[in-house]
């Protein structure tokens, strides 16, 4: 067992340009606990890669992890090119609000890093703590042309121990995992179809969208805007977040905190004891600084 309960799994009406959806959301801990963490996923990924650290998480924090529109349990988009920053924005928005409190802590991989880059930056921005997993304010083209040949693919498996290969394959760089955790991994992204095939639970539609513009560059104006605490983690081999850049996060803005793990590429999955120790130990230290407290004008 990787957790020892399962998430409350809630859901709320979110907008894209062309109607409303359902988004899916998983809840772990008290639910009137004020204290939140906010997790977010990479782009073809779901809610459920966080289930391990927010089960570690749940004494302390109530935990929300999204499944973003498309994805998981999340209703897909009438149209493919809705899938872009706007819309997920709009869905970080609404689930912070559903929340129901002044701050919240934000852990984002690969493209949740960047959704909580952004939001960080923003004047206001109710992000008291960040941690951006294996992404940064430039990305690594050979990284995104990886990503963009598996990335809209809709393959199709006889059982679900050919999707777990498959799985296994395209997600290597994430480093050493047991079986549980690969299942874990593949159960959680995985769909039965009605012919009693299985397929890949997110649209394939939002590799139509990263296909004409794979990624946001050129983030550095708004890296150094953020005020708040931030951690930064790195796969050692990581080929979307290089060394330079992510040292270069250190060294400029919010100057955050690097941690690297070994045996690693793109991304850490903070499935194993280690990763997630690093995490909770950031998440939980004191600090009088936060984005909402450092930011000009407010209290």
Same mark, same amino acid.
């Given at each position: 067992?990787?957790?020892?309960?399962?998430?409350?799994?809630?859901?709320?009406?979110?907008?894209?340009?062309?109607?409303?959806?359902?988004?899916?959301?998983?809840?772990?801990?008290?639910?009137?606990?004020?204290?939140?963490?906010?997790?977010?996923?990479?782009?073809?990924?779901?809610?459920?890669? /966080?289930?391990?650290? *927010? !089960?570690?998480? @749940?004494?302390?924090?109530? %935990?929300? =992890?999204?499944?973003? &529109?498309?994805?998981?349990?999340?209703?897909?988009?009438?149209?493919?090119?809705?899938?872009?920053?706007?819309?997920?924005?709009?869905?970080?928005?609404?689930?912070?609000?559903?929340?129901?409190?002044?701050?919240?802590?934000?852990?984002?991989?690969?493209?949740?890093?960047?959704?909580?880059?952004?939001?960080?930056?923003?004047?206001?921005?109710?992000?008291?703590?960040l941690v951006i997993?294996?992404?940064?304010?430039?990305?690594?083209?050979?990284?995104?042309?990886?990503?963009?040949?598996?990335?809209?693919?809709?393959?199709? /498996?006889?059982?679900? *121990? !050919?999707?777990? @290969?498959?799985?296994?394959? %395209?997600? =290597?760089?994430?480093? &050493?995992?047991?079986?549980?955790?690969?299942?874990?991994?593949?159960?959680?992204?995985?769909?039965?179809?009605?012919?009693?095939?299985?397929?890949?639970?997110?649209?394939?539609?939002?590799?139509?969208?990263?296909s004409s513009d794979?990624?946001?560059?050129?983030?550095?104006?708004?890296?150094?805007?953020?005020?708040?605490?931030?951690?930064?983690?790195?796969?050692?081999?990581?080929?979307?977040?290089?060394?330079?850049?992510?040292?270069?996060?250190?060294?400029?803005?919010?100057?955050?905190?690097?941690?690297?793990?070994?045996?690693?590429?793109?991304?850490?999955?903070?499935?194993?004891?280690?990763?997630?120790?690093?995490?909770?130990?950031?998440?939980?230290?004191?600090?009088?600084?936060?984005?909402?407290?450092?930011?000009?004008?407010?209290?």
């Open positions: 067992m990787l957790t020892r309960s399962s998430p409350r799994t809630l859901s709320f009406a979110g907008l894209s340009p062309h109607g409303f959806h359902r988004v899916a959301y998983h809840e772990w801990g008290d639910p009137a606990n004020g204290r939140v963490v906010v997790c977010v996923h990479g782009l073809t990924r779901s809610g459920r890669d /966080f289930d391990v650290l *927010a !089960e570690a998480l @749940a004494p302390t924090y109530r %935990v929300l =992890a999204v499944d973003m &529109p498309g994805r998981g349990e999340s209703e897909w988009l009438r149209v493919a090119d809705d899938y872009v920053f706007t819309t997920y924005l709009g869905t970080l928005t609404a689930l912070i609000a559903r929340a129901n409190v002044g701050t919240v802590s934000f852990v984002g991989t690969s493209m949740g890093g960047l959704l909580g880059l952004v939001l960080a930056a923003q004047p206001g921005t109710p992000i008291e703590r997993n294996d992404v940064g304010p430039v990305l690594d083209v050979a990284a995104l042309q990886r990503i963009g040949k598996y990335v809209g693919q809709d393959p199709s /498996f006889g059982s679900f *121990a !050919e999707l777990e @290969a498959y799985i296994r394959t %395209v997600s =290597a760089p994430f480093g &050493p995992h047991d079986d549980a955790q690969w299942h874990h991994l593949a159960a959680t992204t995985a769909r039965q179809r009605p012919d009693g095939r299985w397929g890949l639970s997110y649209d394939p539609g939002i590799g139509v969208p990263f794979p990624a946001q560059v050129g983030l550095w104006p708004l890296w150094d805007a953020i005020r708040c605490p931030v951690l930064v983690t790195r796969g050692e081999s990581s080929d979307l977040l290089s060394a330079d850049t992510a040292q270069a996060m250190t060294e400029r803005g919010p100057r955050a905190t690097l941690h690297t793990f070994a045996g690693v590429g793109h991304a850490p999955t903070f499935m194993v004891a280690d990763q997630i120790a690093v995490v909770t130990t950031f998440l939980d230290a004191d600090s009088a600084t936060t984005c909402a407290r450092a930011l000009p004008g407010l209290a």
